[in-house]
T-cell receptor, first 112, second 116 residues
Framework: DQQVKQNSPSLSVQEGRISILNCDYT??????FLWYKKYPAEGPTFLIS?????DKNEDGRFTVFLNKSAKHLSLHIVPSQPGDSAVYFC???????????FGKGTRLSVIA | EAGVAQSPRYKIIEKRQSVAFWCNPI?????LYWYQQILGQGPKLLIQ????????DSQLPKDRFSAERLKGVDSTLKIQPAKLEDSAVYLC??????????????FGPGTRLTVL
């Protein structure tokens, strides 16, 4: 059973426009959510996170929104840049040093 | 600060052979993880160490996979014998300790294993 779902395997966006990556989860015990970015032949790198007590967290061009009632979160990148082209993973865990659970990832292509 | 080091970067073996991967975490990081990432999937935790002790190995296929972190620093992951479905990228990650958030977890570049 997939507890963290990223239903869009890929997304293409024009440079300068907004990229929206979506993630759904089924385990209501999750209370921390993270987004990782992965370039080819590199390990994932942490991008931004949000705890369940918030509904929005912003860091520069990156904003994560959390809708707990819908068990849905999204990552907004504004404006999108060619260097943002990568695979983005949504991940979640619940407090107590529980394992991080990843989604399958969404490949973002930003076209110049 | 040096990142998480892994070797080899690539490995091709035939099924039923054995293989070992090595990981050196960031200096001072007590917690070390091995993840398996199959093509088209997200990373899946195989085993977590705290210093040289195993915290969680519930998803490690123990009939063929083993891992150790004898001195609480570097770690090795072994597969013996390998199966076709073990083809994946094996990622090592570390963080300072359980009190540090996962936002402070750093991944190595991974070892890409192909089993023929």
């Amino acid at each position: 059973d997939q507890q963290v779902k990223q239903n869009s395997p890929s997304l293409s966006v024009q440079e300068g426009r907004i990229s929206i990556l979506n993630c759904d989860y089924t385990n209501s015990m999750f209370d921390y959510f993270l987004w990782y970015k992965k370039y080819p032949a590199e390990g994932p790198t942490f991008l931004i996170s949000i705890s369940s007590i918030k509904d929005k967290n912003e860091d520069g061009r990156f904003t994560v929104f959390l809708n707990k009632s819908a068990k849905h979160l999204s990552l907004h990148i504004v404006p999108s840049q060619p260097g943002d082209s990568a695979v983005y993973f949504c991940a979640a865990y619940y407090s107590g040093n529980t394992p991080l659970v990843f989604g399958k990832g969404t490949r973002l292509s930003v076209i110049a | 600060e040096a990142g998480v080091a892994q070797s080899p970067r690539y490995k091709i073996i035939e099924k039923r052979q054995s293989v070992a991967f090595w990981c050196n975490p960031i200096s001072g990081h007590a917690t070390l993880y091995w993840y398996q990432q199959i093509l088209g999937q997200g990373p899946k935790l195989l085993i977590q160490f705290q210093n040289n002790g195993v915290v969680d190995d519930s998803q490690l296929p123990k009939d063929r996979f083993s891992a150790e972190r004898l001195k609480g620093v570097d770690s090795t992951l072994k597969i013996q014998p390998a199966k076709l479905e073990d083809s994946a990228v094996y990622l090592c990650a570390s963080r300072r300790g359980p009190a540090a958030g996962y936002n402070e977890q750093f991944f190595g570049p991974g070892t890409r294993l192909t089993v023929l």
